[in-house]
């Protein structure tokens, strides 16, 4: 299935796509601009710190628990949704102390 966001990615279909049934999902872009503009109006005008690396940092740590609870712990192919080796995931697995055993993840949803 042809991605519009990425074009040069190819998804798998959804059960609801194959019936039929479409949702029509936003750009992430929409979401994070929400965000953001939210986070700069709690600052009330204070400047954040070391914006990049916290931005990073959180994108990362909550991107991989919530792919990796959506694979249900498939390294495999939690690597091939994020687009990265299964060695640089397991890397970042490790920095984040993400699923290195099996048991700290942040969210605790199943249905993530």
């Known amino acids: 299935m042809y991605n519009p966001w990425y074009p ?8 609801k796509e194959k019936m039929g049934l479409k949702k029509k999902v936003k ?4 979401y ?6 939210q986070y700069f109006d ?15 940092q959180e994108l990362e740590r909550h ?18 949704i994020l687009g990265m080796s299964r060695s640089t ?8 102390e993400l699923g290195v055993d099996g048991s700290r993840t942040l969210s605790r949803n199943p249905h993530c």
Do not use: E, W
């Not at 750009?27 to 929409?30: A, I, M």
């Open 8 to 15: 040069n990615c190819v998804v798998q279909r959804s059960k």
């Open 27 to 30: 750009p992430l872009s929409r």
């Open 89 to 96: 995931l397991r890397k970042k697995l490790v920095q984040y």
């Open 63 to 80: 991107l991989f628990d919530y792919v990796l609870k959506h694979t249900n712990g498939n390294r495999s192919r939690a690597a091939a």
């Open 32 to 37: 994070i601009r929400r965000s953001l503009k």
């Open 42 to 56: 709690d600052l009330n005008g204070t400047d954040p710190c070391d914006l990049h690396d916290q931005m990073t």
